[in-house]
């Protein structure tokens, strides 16, 4: 039961790399095998960069395979809340960013042949109350105008044909959004890449670094690779001698369950638009019906910095009466699968990438990483082969959290925080 049901559904990835690292300095290491590793992977061995991937653990055993599965374009935030902390031209840039990203991944499936039913579906975020509907609208209006023409905004009448809830008051509709088996993806992303000559090293975890004569040496188990260029893609999972990254990034546990697959019939009550759904409190909920049917459930059920069993179980009881209370008739369905992953949030949850501490880095995506991660390793890719890299937040400040090291002491606080906010609002 405590798998990732991504994970559990995929093909094995079989091109992991048996040798020893080459004698000769990789033009690249990627440290990191999910979707932004793998993604720069690729584009760097397409274009004849020699180019190694070094995994901790196995391919897409991160975050890119222990997410809900939703590619929704648009922010974390409210387009108009972005615009005030960015400025609109970088507020739209990075907006558009997530469509790019979204039709690079469709090329990508298209390109390699890679079987992980992507579809087109469309995001809903729904209002849990009044005023998150008038919220909605204000920054539906604002989309509307600077960016997004093609948004719809759906009384909770509209809805009707989505969704088979009273709960909610309305919703906003980004018709752009879709939705894959990210386990699959991130398998076939690999198979790609050592199609295009990259190396995969699993079960690989950088314990030292090093640079000598202008080249990085990182310690290994398997042994020492020497490169020219350093790619860190690892998010909230980043360990070892990146103490640098690791005061920035907030590593926040997101809980996922997956249901018995519903029959025909329920799924024509509860979720006849068969879209991505987000719902609208600052401790929201998304959720989306699986290749074959099955309810998958997800939101920040804790806010604790872990995903073990110990801590997936809890988080699914608080899932689960959730679950009971958008869909009754749901209320005691069977669960088969229970996981939890680790979100890369940054103070102000808005992504990074560049170069800094000596190496190029992608990381902080806060919740969306799944739809922009194979855009920005691409751009980074780009970035280190001096080509124009398209990257939406470069030069964006990123200042250490004061006070913080690795270990999030203030997440209950921030946790309470927001559950007062989602109660007053």
């Given amino acids: 039961m405590f798998r990732s049901y991504w994970q559990d559904t995929a093909p094995a990835f079989d091109g992991s790399a048996t040798g020893d690292p080459e004698q000769s300095p990789y033009d690249v290491v990627v440290i990191g095998g999910g979707f932004t590793g793998l993604s720069a992977a690729r584009h760097l061995a397409a274009q004849g960069v020699k180019t190694v991937v070094l995994e901790s653990s196995r391919i897409g055993r991160g975050a890119s395979g222990r997410n809900g599965g939703h590619l929704n374009n648009g922010l974390a935030h409210s387009f108009t809340a972005a615009v005030r902390h960015l400025g609109k031209e970088r507020a739209a840039m ?12 469709e090329t990508i499936i298209s390109q390699e042949k890679i079987d992980c039913d992507f579809r087109r579906a469309g995001k809903l975020k729904m209002a849990e109350k009044p005023a998150h509907f008038d919220a909605l609208r204000h920054n539906f209006d604002a989309l509307r105008q600077d960016v997004d023409p093609d948004i719809e905004l759906l009384s909770a009448q509209d809805m009707k044909n989505d969704i088979g809830s009273d709960a909610f008051h309305g919703g906003l509709l980004w018709k752009k959004s879709a939705m894959m088996h990210m386990g699959k993806y991130a398998v076939g992303l690999a198979m790609a890449a050592t199609r295009h ?3 995969i090293f699993e079960h690989c975890p950088v314990t030292q670094r090093h640079t000598k004569n202008g080249l990085h040496h990182l310690t290994t188990p398997r042994g020492t690779f020497v490169a020219r260029h350093v790619l860190l893609a690892t998010g909230a999972y980043t360990t070892g001698p990146f103490g640098y990254f690791r005061r920035r990034i907030i590593p926040v546990g997101s809980y996922i369950v997956a249901t018995r697959p519903l029959d025909t019939n329920e799924v024509a009550k509860y979720l006849p638009g068969n879209r991505t759904y987000v719902t609208s409190k600052n401790i929201g909920n998304y959720f989306r ?7 998958i459930f997800g939101g920040r059920a804790r806010f604790s910095a872990a995903s073990n069993p110990h801590e997936d179980e809890k988080s699914s009881h608080i899932l689960r009466a959730r679950i009971a209370e958008i869909f009754p008739g749901l209320a005691d369905i069977g669960i088969d699968y229970c996981w939890g992953g680790l979100v890369d949030m940054t103070r102000d949850r808005f992504p990074r990438a560049g170069f800094a501490n000596n190496v190029w880095f992608a990381m902080g995506y806060s919740g969306h990483g ?10 980074m890719a780009d970035a280190i082969m001096g080509r124009p890299d398209h990257n939406p937040v470069a030069g964006l400040k990123w200042s250490a959290i004061p006070g913080y090291f690795g270990k999030p002491w203030f997440l209950p ?4 925080y927001y559950r007062y906010r989602d109660l007053v609002s």
């Fill in 289 to 295: 019906l699986s290749p074959d049917n099955r309810l």
């Fill in 94 to 105: 990075l907006y558009h960013a997530f469509d790019r990203s979204i039709d690079m991944i």
């Fill in 197 to 199: 000559g990259a190396a």
């Fill in 370 to 379: 799944a739809q922009i991660s194979t855009l920005m390793g691409m751009a």
């Fill in 413 to 416: 606080i921030i946790g309470a």
